[in-house]
């Protein structure tokens, strides 16, 4: 069964870095995402993307954040100028008719 | 603005009994809703949607708009029903913003 995967399973970067996180998503998906998990926290949503452009984003994702598709499989998420409290577990997906497929996650540990 | 709420943070339930996993949301237009599930050292996986009215590994789950609430069930538990469960919603028709509750660790006694 086709899986999303992530790279890497861990990052660590020190405050003001830029970090790439990276995602393979289901090939014949449409829509893929990028969601975040703060310890202890609920499972945050950052951004949708579709046809190539950002369909919908949260308060969360400024303009530190940006996402890519740099190619016919990758998807990335840019945090520009990493903050503490960027550290997390950030979560890719994509979707079939509303049915979202996780990838394993990239903790990010900022320090 | 869209909202889940899953108002148990842990629930405890011994084998064979039954598991209610709560949820409510709040959203005026035409919600769908869903429910994840979290097992150890695995990732998220979909577990139900409403519109699908399944039952998936014996656990069921019914859109009541009246009250806002789309509850998990299981009338006898099973020790591997131990996970993280998130229930989720979004937006009838719109795949582009799918939004989570805070979650619910279920955790099944021998």
């Known amino acids: 069964e086709p899986e999303v995967t992530q790279t890497p399973s861990h990052q660590v970067t020190q405050m003001g870095q830029e970090v790439i996180l990276r995602c393979v998503p289901i090939?014949?998906?449409?829509?893929f995402y990028w969601y975040r998990q703060i310890l202890g926290q609920k499972v945050e949503f950052l951004v949708s993307?579709?046809?190539?452009?950002?369909?919908?984003k949260s308060e969360i994702f400024d303009d530190q954040f940006s996402v890519e598709r740099p190619d016919g499989s990758n998807f990335t998420l840019k945090i520009r100028s990493t903050k503490l409290e960027d550290s997390a577990m950030y979560f890719c997906?994509?979707?079939?008719?509303?049915?979202?497929?996780f990838g394993n996650g990239t903790r990010l540990t900022v320090t | 603005a869209q909202r889940v709420t899953q108002p148990e943070k842990l629930l405890s339930v011994f084998k064979g009994a039954p598991v209610e996993l709560k949820c409510n949301y709040s959203?005026?237009?035409?919600?769908?809703l869903f429910w994840y599930v979290q097992y150890s050292r695995q990732r998220l996986q979909l577990l139900l949607r409403?519109?699908s009215r399944e039952s998936i590994k014996g656990f069921t789950a019914d859109l009541n708009k009246g009250e806002t609430s789309f509850h998990l069930k299981k009338p006898f538990a099973q020790e591997e029903d131990s996970a993280m469960y998130y229930c989720?919603?979004?937006?009838?028709?719109?795949?582009?913003?799918?939004?989570f509750g805070k979650g619910t660790r279920l955790h099944i006694l021998p």
């Open positions: 090939s014949n998906h449409l829509y």
């Open positions: 959203y005026s237009g035409s919600p769908e």
């Open positions: 997906a994509s979707s079939e008719q509303q049915s979202l497929h």
């Open positions: 989720a919603l979004s937006v009838w028709g719109r795949d582009d913003k799918i939004i």
């Open positions: 993307f579709y046809n190539n452009e950002i369909s919908e």
């Open positions: 409403h519109i």
